[in-house]
């Protein structure tokens, strides 16, 4: 669905506020919020010397119940969640993926 434009924003690195505006752009809607929902993802990563963190950041679209997930990291480890500030410090896009939740009563081919 926004493929294209998802790719173009992944592997750049920016900080929350331009990642919700680069979203709405590429989907042409509104989010619910700019901050979205920031969650460490816990991994067991095969090299560990990495010193990355990964983190999911879901965004709810406004005016329907769909959502956009963006996987990201940092290139600084931290110990707490609350430790890392996503509005004023940068990390690297690696996945976007929009998850439509908006599904029709009967079969779209019915219709």
């Given at each position: 669905m926004h493929e294209e434009?998802?790719?173009l924003i992944e592997g750049?690195?920016?900080?929350?506020?331009e990642l919700a505006k680069e979203i709405?752009?590429?989907?042409?809607?509104?989010l619910e919020d700019v901050r979205g929902s920031i969650n460490r993802?816990?991994?067991?990563?095969?090299?560990?010397?990495q010193g990355f963190e990964a983190f999911n950041l879901t965004?709810?679209?406004?005016?329907?119940?769909?959502?956009?997930?963006a996987v990201v990291?940092?290139?600084?480890?931290?110990k707490n969640l609350s430790?890392?500030?996503?509005?004023n410090n940068e990390f690297t896009v690696r996945l976007i993926s929009y998850i439509r939740r908006d599904v029709p009563m009967k079969n779209e081919a019915e219709l």
């Open positions: 434009k998802f790719y750049k690195k920016m900080k929350l506020e709405e752009s590429a989907t042409g809607g509104q993802v816990v991994v067991k990563k095969p090299a560990p010397e965004f709810k679209m406004k005016h329907t119940v769909d959502l956009v997930d990291t940092t290139d600084n480890k931290k430790d890392y500030d996503f509005e």
